[in-house]
């Protein structure tokens, strides 16, 4: 696929103002970017590999623990990760990934030749789905990548708001580097560390419909809350990287997550461990 293209033929190329909020405040939204139709599609294939209807790899899969007082209150899936290269009779996901409505405007940032990294769904079930702690994605992107930017596309599956766990994020907070993050004391949310510093007087709730998107710099620092409503918040996100971006320590390549081809070129040396297509599951 020859993607590339010039601006004028991106169709969901950024506009000069959701370039000016990009540089200035490190993220934009667009709304009505997917129908409900085509996230439910998406919705009805997560929900089936969470309640254990499609068969999917164990390890990506990431329950957590929700820790109240010290005690173990319940056990929940939170996050689902590939399933755009995992068959599970679901290329859908992998189309999303590659769908030029998310893709366009990550070229106009990095550049022609994008890769998939770490996809994730994250299904935030009514009451016990968790918060993550304030963070930076580009903390563990930079243990793996050597690049600049990284590109991150939430779209929300359902209405997201401050009662069901909407994203927040701390506008302008990408100008200013990569934090040193730590594990947290007591955390309900094992899986990710807590940027230091991160103050949530500084924070602005991200509420936004099922169907829209936000595009974000990795270097934002964001967090979201718990699930305090008797509804699911489940949002779908991808995150892209120029397919220039050298690998940090070849040595350590997580061979179960690779990188996946986007569009254009890939380079000799570079991230060049890239999985093209799904991978069966035998
Ligand atoms: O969707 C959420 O609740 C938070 C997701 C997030 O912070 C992340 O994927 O980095």
């Not at 439910?40 to 820790?67: E, M, W």
């Not at 359902?158 to 200013?176: F, M, Q, R, T, W």
Request: glycine fraction near 6%; hydrophobic fraction near 35%.
């Amino acid at each position: 696929m020859d993607t590339n293209t010039t601006s004028a033929e991106r169709k969901f190329r950024l506009t000069p103002e959701e370039r000016s909020a990009w540089e200035e405040n490190g993220y934009f939204v667009r709304y009505d970017v997917f129908t409900k139709e085509k996230n439910d599609i998406l919705a009805q294939i997560a929900d089936d590999i969470a309640l254990g209807k499609r068969s999917f790899p164990d390890y990506h899969i990431f329950q957590n623990a929700l820790v109240r007082d010290g005690k173990i209150e319940a056990h929940g899936i939170h996050a689902m990760h590939n399933i755009q290269y995992v068959s599970c009779n679901c290329p859908e996901f992998l189309a999303r990934t590659r769908d030029p409505r998310l893709t366009d405007p990550a070229v106009d940032i990095l550049g022609p030749d994008l890769l998939g990294l770490n996809n994730l769904y994250i299904w935030k079930p009514p009451k016990i789905g968790l918060g993550f702690p304030w963070h930076q994605d580009k903390w563990y992107f930079n243990h793996q990548y050597k690049t600049g930017t990284t590109v991150a596309t939430w779209t929300a599956i359902d209405d997201a708001d401050k009662e069901n766990g909407c994203l927040y994020v701390i506008p302008g907070s990408h100008k200013h580097g990569v934090r040193e993050h730590k594990a947290l004391e007591g955390s309900q949310q094992g899986e990710f560390k807590q940027a230091e510093g991160a103050r949530d007087e500084d924070g602005v709730a991200v509420e936004i419909p099922a169907g829209a998107v936000i595009w974000f710099n990795s270097q934002v620092l964001h967090k979201s809350t718990d699930n305090h409503s008797n509804r699911f918040r489940r949002a779908n996100i991808a995150h892209y990287i120029s397919a220039k971006a050298e690998w940090t320590r070849p040595e350590a390549i997580n061979k179960k997550r690779p990188p996946m081809w986007i569009r254009g070129e890939t380079y000799a040396g570079m991230a060049d461990e890239v999985q093209h297509d799904v991978i069966p599951i035998l």
